[in-house]
Nanobody, 120 residues
Framework: QVQLVESGGGLVQPGGSLRLSCAASGSIFSIKSMGWYRQAPGNGREMVAIITSGGRPNYADTVKGRFTISRNNAKNTVYLQMSSLKPEDTAVYYC??????????????WGQGTQVTVSS
């Protein structure tokens, strides 16, 4: 099986910055796309940013220009650098990865989530 563990969440003031990390472990042959999703109370889970195995990113319009997604394939880790944070960014952030556990077998895996709270 595959485990994804997020870290780096916490409380930050509006305009501040925070860096999230997500490390994948377990049965991993390779990792295709990775991404970050978030869910605020009463809302559905929304895509924040995704990044391909080749390092090409895509962002939700709400975070474009403020967030940066990156990855370290050697460490099976994806990062989300969040800057100019707004109260509306407050949510539980979940890591996602399409993990190739062996050639031709891909599992869509999720982390447990990490709380990000933006408040003064």
């Amino acid at each position: 099986q595959v485990q994804l563990v997020e870290s780096g969440g916490g409380l930050v003031q509006p305009g501040g910055s925070l860096r999230l990390s997500c490390a994948a472990s377990g049965s991993i042959f390779s990792i295709k796309s990775m991404g970050w999703y978030r869910q605020a109370p009463g809302n559905g889970r929304e895509m924040v940013a995704i990044i391909t195995s080749g390092g090409r990113p895509n962002y939700a319009d709400t975070v474009k220009g403020r967030f940066t997604i990156s990855r370290n394939n050697a460490k099976n880790t994806v990062y989300l650098q969040m800057s100019s944070l707004k109260p509306e960014d407050t949510a539980v952030y979940y890591c996602n990865a399409a993990v190739e556990i062996r050639i031709g077998a891909i599992l869509n895996s999720w982390g447990q989530g990490t709380q990000v709270t933006v408040s003064s």
